[in-house]
């Protein structure tokens, strides 16, 4: 099953609230980017950028969805766009190619 087929099945309307209200509470606590100092980053997120921007909010999986995460049941973490792309591009891409 590919990513765009678990986003837009079951629970991704419950992902979605999520996910936004996740970017309400970066902006109003200034969560920084879960992409810690360890990685280069640890940067707060300007949720007002557009969202293709590099430096945009993401809503992270903790667990990849492509590996075995729930869509809804985990806690999400703030991440920059490109912060979340390079975590994936280590983490899942593998996975990924696999199937
Ligand atoms: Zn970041």
Not at 55 to 61: G, I, K, Q
Not at 64 to 71: C, E, Q, S, V
Not at 79 to 97: M, Y
Request: aromatic share 8%; hydrophobic share 30%; net charge positive.
């Amino acid at each position: 099953m590919s990513s765009q087929q678990i986003r837009n099945g079951k629970g991704h309307r419950a992902y979605k609230r999520k996910a936004a209200a996740l970017k309400r509470r970066t902006a109003r606590d200034n969560l920084s980017c879960g992409y810690g100092s360890d990685f280069g980053c640890g940067e707060p997120i300007d949720t007002t950028l557009h969202y293709q921007d590099p430096m945009a909010f993401t809503a992270d999986h903790p667990v990849a969805i492509t590996n075995g995460g729930d869509l809804v049941k985990q806690d999400l973490h703030p991440f920059h766009r490109k912060c979340n792309r390079q975590k994936s591009d280590a983490a899942v891409v593998e996975i990924w190619g696999a199937t």
